[in-house]
């Protein structure tokens, strides 16, 4: 047994009989229903049965899934850094993180329509706990992140978690993705957690810090969403935040936020990638001389990036107008625009609670206040 048994996707070996245990599975004929409406059911069993590594199902299935999410729930999806990257190079990429399965699926589209290095994705396991999800998400290269650990368990996985990215990048040359903190970003306030940098940190078999993470080849993703089609389903955990509540969630909350991801309206989507971090961290490496300041400031470095190349849609202008009752940003958006927001406000949350229409508000006015500190006018 391998000591990555426990996190790891398929083995090219293992796809063939995993896909043949899954082929009928309801829920696979729902998502080729989806993507392939037209094709007769022994058609794509027979194409999926003949598919003997992550690449094939990868390319001939999940790609096809996600360009039909993109047709049905999207008006287009737009990139811009892609050209900057090299083939067959694998870099480790840090992004924002706003909906569960989309962000890496969107990205590796990407990835793969420039020709470069697809991802090994972490996803937490709270969200595999199906046997069939767990099967899909190890097909589509997906690695476990444990959630609910006690501290000592917590340190062990993480070391375990870093030394099986560390292979990835360095020793098989694939591309991993991870989001710059754990779970969503909620309140539209994008922040690179340093126990994440810690965990990966881990990993390293160099003396010095800064040097591995030079080796690994770190590269900030931005990505953005005109509407977040889970906007209305982040405000009960929002709204206990707000109470100094905890908050519980309900039994399928995950899998109801992963459909509606996947199904809900997103207008228009852009992916951004930033530069790899090289001067960067060879700046911090000559301003600060012990661990903990060199992961704050390599944390502060992504957000820079990340915040910087948001893309800003009229709905991030027409939140922050309307929380802050002014007309600031009005040329940047139309009425119909204005109209069809507020219409979404309307319909997808209570407006006689104020509490809930401000955090409604703040999540998509808040990029528009995160960039307003690095453009003095925009």
Known sequence: MSK??????????????????SVNHPMMKSIMDFTFPDVDDEIWKNQLR???SIRDFQCNFIYQSVQKVLQKSSEGLTTSGFEKLQKNTSYLFISNHRDIILDTSLLNVCLFDHG???????????????????????????????????PRELLESSKLMSEYIGQLLLRENRSVWIAQRE??????????????????????????????????????????????????????????????????KEKNEDFI?????????KKRIHIHVGDVLNSELDNIATEFDNNNKQIQALAQVIDD??????KLWPTNYIA??????????KNLYTENEKSLFERRLEMRIDESNSQIVESFLAMYANPVVNKLKYENAI
Request: glycine share 6%; charged share 25%.
């Open 4 to 21: 990555f048994d426990s996190i790891r996707p398929f083995y090219d070996a293992e796809v063939n009989e995993a896909i043949c245990n």
């Open 50 to 52: 003949r598919t003997h």
């Open 116 to 150: 470069l290095v697809m991802t090994a994705s972490a996803i937490g396991d709270n969200l595999v706990k199906k046997d069939f999800l767990k099967t899909l998400s190890r097909l589509n290269r997906n690695f476990l992140v444990q959630r609910g650990l006690s």
């Open 183 to 248: 779970g969503r970003t909620k309140d539209g306030n994008d922040a690179t957690h340093s126990g994440v940098l810690k965990m990966l940190g881990m990993g390293s078999d160099e003396k010095n810090l800064i040097d591995y993470f030079k080796k690994i080849k770190i590269v900030p993703v931005s990505i953005s969403y005109e509407y977040d089609p889970t906007d209305a389903l982040k405000m009960p955990q929002l709204m206990a935040e707000a109470n100094a509540e905890k908050y519980i």
């Open 257 to 265: 936020t992963l459909i509606s991801g996947i199904i809900g309206q």
């Open 305 to 310: 990036s990340i915040l910087q190349s948001y």
């Open 320 to 329: 922050y107008d309307l929380l802050h009752k002014t007309d600031k940003f």
